[in-house]
């Protein structure tokens, strides 16, 4: 099956599926287990929208353990750059309808929690089809090593995503039956 289609299945899907998953307060302790990363390391999110898994209640739960934590700032040619972001700081509405941080200071996350419309068990994923995060992935790999975990419900999972060349690959996957 095509992108687009799985795209749109997966979207309708998500819309009569979506319900809202209450995260552990353990939750930063059994990632850090699982991947082995220090208190020092900036935790990259992202605003849910349009019924994803809900991000900020694992941002919040790493910056209540004084963890940085940072969203992106979409920009110009599908790029985007990730800014320190505190769950008591305004955020602004860009041009896509998505709440984004106001620029104050750019960082590079150590660890990025990824949307995405589905996945594969191969960890491939389909996002919109802007190629904001590939290109972001791609670009921070060129600066430092970045753990990549990618945030869904289980029934967002199909058989097999086509890849193509700029696609990346995550990390890790997590889903409700994961928490």
Known sequence: MSKFKIRKKIIYIRKKKYFEIKISNNIVDNLRAKINFSKNKIIGGYFPINFEFDCLQILKKFYSKSYVISLPII?????????????????????????????????????????????????????????????????????????????????????????????????????????
């Open 75 to 179: 920009k110009k040619n599908y790029q985007m750059d990730f800014y320190k972001w505190s769950p008591d700081d305004p955020l602004t509405i860009n041009s896509f309808g998505i709440p984004q941080p106001l620029k104050l200071k750019k960082v590079y996350p150590d660890i990025i929690f990824v949307p995405m419309v589905a996945f594969d068990r191969d960890r491939n994923r389909i996002g919109y089809g802007g190629g904001f995060y590939d290109r972001y992935l791609e670009k921070i790999s060129q600066i430092k090593k970045c753990v990549t975990i990618g945030l869904a419900f289980s029934h967002q999972k199909v058989n097999k995503i086509n890849v193509e060349n700029f696609d990346r690959k995550l990390d890790l996957i997590l889903t409700e039956k994961l928490m």
